[in-house]
């Protein structure tokens, strides 16, 4: 958490990316059912890993796609993925 203004806030690089469940070549239609915020810098990552490993997918013409957060979309994040190290990652459950 950073505390700018006397409020506390998500860091920066939380607050810029999510990744989301979408059909193969349509990606600007996105489920708001499974809405995930990741750390900028790792984002593309985490999706491409997401979709290899077929993670909450039904079925192949589905992938995570990688999005620019707004503060429209925290309503509906409700996980967050925070990276440890370079091979480990922790999903948390997010309370905006």
Request: charged share 30%; proline share 2%; glycine share 6%.
């Amino acid at each position: 958490m950073v505390k700018r203004g006397g409020v506390n806030e998500r860091s920066d690089s939380m607050t810029k990316k999510f990744i989301a469940i979408a059909p193969k070549g349509q990606e600007f239609v996105f489920s708001k059912r499974i809405m995930i915020a990741v750390p900028e810098s790792s984002a593309w990552k985490i999706a491409e890993l997401l979709t290899k490993l077929k993670y909450m997918l039904k079925d192949d013409n589905t992938v995570w796609h990688v999005y620019d957060n707004d503060y429209y979309y925290d309503g509906y994040i409700s996980e967050e993925i925070k990276r440890y190290s370079r091979s480990k990652l922790k999903l948390y459950k997010y309370y905006g």
